[in-house]
């Protein structure tokens, strides 16, 4: 058989030959041609979108003449990373020629093809043959691989751009429900571009090996994000990625000041980003209790700023400390669901983000407005959750009771005291409640201790953890195992240890 000429290799379609040369697929997006504005901003969109024939050729020839190249391409491409329609076809025979475990061929593909009914898509025999001869090396499919998935990638951020311009055009929601849209659309395609690689078993066990090590020298059953608390941690084994981790209580319990300290311990000591929605406290109002917790100065010193010498050199090492860590403050009064996740995935971009806190639920805003907050609260509470996964950060958000505890003996409270949605507690992993008995009673034996009660652990124990409460720097700390100490977390007698 006369052997054919080696085919076109050009950037830009080649004039029809076959099928294998068939016109460029449609964009993702079929209206994507007709968007245009008044001014520039739709010029370009004629363009031919971004592509490689020659990588896309290449990374086929080389699949068909090399079993080893075909297992590199299927690692990093899926048959809409090709931007000729034949080549897609082609990709699918040799992957699935592959997963079967028959040889990858000029032959068995024909003969794959052929039992579909689909080798006139490709322009048959010849054309699967034109791919072997043009491929200058079967050596380099994956790289050739990595310049298909980019073009495809430039491409589909193309259609994103042009699917966020029709959802500005043919608005029908309201601008704050476009823009979370549109940004969830571009979100998408960033983490796209990110795969996982394999490991070798080998390795991993030496890794396992090395964490196992490190945790046997560190004393430490924590094997998700510490919060500084000792027997919190012992129980939860710290805040696991995806978790919603809700913190309720009454008004006065110290919901903002547990999470405040959590936070503080996750960013100066462990140096982790972390972010905090105070929808309740100023950002200065939060620096200032921060302040006051690390440098272990009364609170009412820093409100009237009747500090002591000593005092203003515990406040210098304090900002010193501070200051380098990782926390971000947003307190925008009534944040929407949308914001947060806006704002989040923006950091968790530029900075990395390693722990969510909302304080507090209650006082956020849902996009939709119904007439039954119960249902406004339940949709907060399921986005939140859906956050915690996407970023795959622990999120905690802080919640207000019902006065119900107050009507009941005894006044710890109950998980049927979540204030306005049950659904609360379904969306959470983790449910805690604080209880301090100095609230209700100024003479209780209990005074200066909290219980932080652990309702509800959807992946572990349930149990009550007992934490020192210091009234004048407003803020918990451990508490030292004492005579009576519960093997939860010490007793009345126990003493406050720095975290």
Same mark, same amino acid.
């Given at each position: 058989?006369?052997?054919?000429?080696?085919?076109?290799?050009?950037?830009?379609p080649?004039?029809?030959?076959?099928?294998?040369?068939?016109?460029?697929p449609?964009?993702?997006?079929p209206?994507?041609?007709?968007?245009?504005s008044?001014?520039?901003?739709?010029?370009?969109?004629?363009?031919?979108p971004p592509?490689?024939l020659?990588?896309?050729?290449?990374?086929?020839?080389?699949?068909?003449?090399?079993?080893?190249a075909?297992s590199?391409?299927?690692?990093?491409?899926?048959?809409?990373?090709?931007?000729?329609?034949?080549?897609?076809?082609?990709f699918?025979g040799?992957r699935?020629l592959?997963?079967a475990?028959?040889?990858?061929?000029?032959?068995t593909?024909?003969?794959w093809?052929?039992?579909?009914?689909?080798?006139?898509?490709?322009g048959?025999?010849?054309?699967?043959?034109?791919?072997?001869?043009?491929?200058?090396?079967?050596?380099?499919?994956?790289?050739?691989?990595?310049?298909?998935?980019?073009?495809?990638?430039l491409?589909r951020?193309?259609?994103?751009?042009?699917?966020?311009a %029709? *959802? =500005?055009?043919?608005?029908? $929601?309201?601008? @704050?429900?476009v823009?979370d849209? !549109? +940004?969830?659309?571009?979100?998408?395609?960033?983490?796209?571009?990110?795969?996982?690689d394999?490991? %070798? *078993? =080998?390795?991993?066990?030496? $890794?396992?090996f @090395?964490?196992?090590?490190?945790? !046997? +020298?560190?004393?430490?059953e924590?094997?998700?994000?510490?919060?500084?608390?000792?027997?919190?941690d012992r *129980?939860?084994?710290?805040?696991?990625?995806?978790?919603?981790?809700?913190?309720?209580?009454?008004?006065?319990?110290?919901?903002?000041s547990?999470?405040?300290?959590?936070?503080?311990?996750?960013?100066?000591?462990?140096?982790r980003?972390?972010?905090?929605?105070?929808?309740?406290?100023s950002?200065?109002?939060?620096?200032?209790?921060?302040?006051?917790?690390?440098?272990?100065?009364?609170?009412?010193?820093?409100?009237t700023?009747?500090l002591?010498?000593t005092?203003?050199?515990?406040?210098?090492d304090?900002?010193?400390?501070?200051?380098?860590?990782?926390l971000?403050?947003?307190?925008?009064?009534?944040?929407?669901?949308m914001?947060?996740?806006?704002k989040?995935?923006r950091?968790?971009?530029k900075h990395?983000?390693d722990?969510v806190i909302?304080?507090?639920?209650?006082l956020?805003q849902?996009?939709k407005r119904t007439?039954?907050r119960?249902?406004?609260?339940s949709?907060?509470?399921?986005?939140?959750?859906?956050?915690?996964?996407?970023l795959?950060?622990p999120?905690?958000?802080?919640?207000?009771?019902?006065?119900?505890?107050?009507s009941?003996?005894?006044?710890?409270?109950?998980?049927?005291?979540?204030?306005?949605?049950?659904?609360?507690e379904q969306?959470?992993?983790?449910v805690?409640f604080?209880y301090?008995d100095?609230?209700?009673?100024?003479d209780?034996?209990?005074?200066?201790?909290?219980?932080?009660?652990?309702a509800?652990?959807?992946?572990?124990a349930?149990?009550v953890?007992?934490?020192?409460?210091?009234?004048?720097?407003?803020?918990?700390a451990?508490?030292?195992?004492g005579s009576?100490?519960?093997?939860?977390?010490?007793g009345?007698?126990?003493?406050p240890?720095?975290?």
């Amino acid at each position: 058989m006369r052997p054919r000429a080696r085919p076109a290799m050009s950037g830009f379609p080649p004039p029809p030959s076959g099928p294998l040369e068939d016109a460029p697929p449609a964009p993702a997006n079929p209206r994507s041609a007709n968007v245009r504005s008044n001014g520039s901003a739709g010029r370009g969109y004629d363009r031919v979108p971004p592509h490689s024939l020659e990588a896309e050729v290449s990374v086929l020839g080389a699949a068909l003449l090399s079993r080893n190249a075909a297992s590199e391409a299927i690692e990093v491409l899926e048959p809409e990373h090709f931007y000729r329609n034949a080549h897609r076809t082609v990709f699918e025979g040799v992957r699935d020629l592959l997963a079967a475990g028959e040889p990858i061929d000029t032959v068995t593909l024909t003969e794959w093809l052929a039992r579909r009914d689909r080798l006139d898509e490709v322009g048959g025999p010849a054309a699967l043959h034109d791919l072997t001869v043009a491929v200058p090396t079967a050596a380099n499919a994956a790289y050739y691989a990595r310049i298909v998935r980019e073009r495809a990638l430039l491409r589909r951020l193309i259609d994103a751009g042009t699917e966020v311009a %029709k *959802l =500005g055009y043919e608005a029908t $929601e309201d601008a @704050e429900t476009v823009v979370d849209r !549109a +940004e969830s659309i571009i979100y998408d395609v960033a983490q796209s571009s990110t795969t996982a690689d394999y490991a %070798k *078993l =080998g390795d991993l066990l030496n $890794e396992s090996f @090395e964490q196992i090590e490190k945790l !046997a +020298e560190q004393n430490s059953e924590v094997t998700g994000l510490s919060t500084g608390f000792d027997d919190l941690d012992r *129980l939860t084994a710290g805040l696991q990625p995806q978790n919603l981790i809700i913190l309720a209580a009454r008004p006065a319990m110290g919901k903002s000041s547990l999470s405040l300290g959590i936070a503080q311990f996750v960013t100066v000591k462990l140096r982790r980003p972390a972010i905090i929605f105070s929808l309740e406290m100023s950002k200065l109002e939060i620096v200032n209790r921060m302040l006051s917790s690390e440098a272990r100065i009364d609170s009412s010193k820093l409100r009237t700023g009747r500090l002591e010498d000593t005092d203003w050199r515990k406040l210098g090492d304090a900002l010193g400390a501070l200051s380098e860590a990782p926390l971000f403050i947003d307190d925008t009064p009534s944040i929407s669901l949308m914001e947060i996740r806006a704002k989040c995935r923006r950091l968790k971009q530029k900075h990395g983000l390693d722990l969510v806190i909302v304080d507090y639920l209650q006082l956020m805003q849902s996009h939709k407005r119904t007439d039954s907050r119960q249902q406004e609260v339940s949709e907060i509470s399921r986005g939140m959750k859906m956050l915690a996964k996407e970023l795959d950060v622990p999120v905690m958000a802080l919640s207000q009771l019902s006065r119900q505890p107050e009507s009941r003996t005894d006044k710890r409270p109950q998980l049927a005291d979540l204030r306005e949605s049950g659904s609360i507690e379904q969306d959470a992993d983790i449910v805690s409640f604080i209880y301090r008995d100095e609230v209700y009673d100024e003479d209780s034996p209990d005074k200066g201790i909290a219980e932080l009660i652990v309702a509800k652990h959807r992946n572990g124990a349930t149990g009550v953890v007992k934490l020192a409460f210091l009234n004048h720097l407003t803020k918990f700390a451990n508490l030292a195992r004492g005579s009576g100490g519960a093997p939860g977390g010490g007793g009345a007698g126990g003493m406050p240890t720095p975290m």
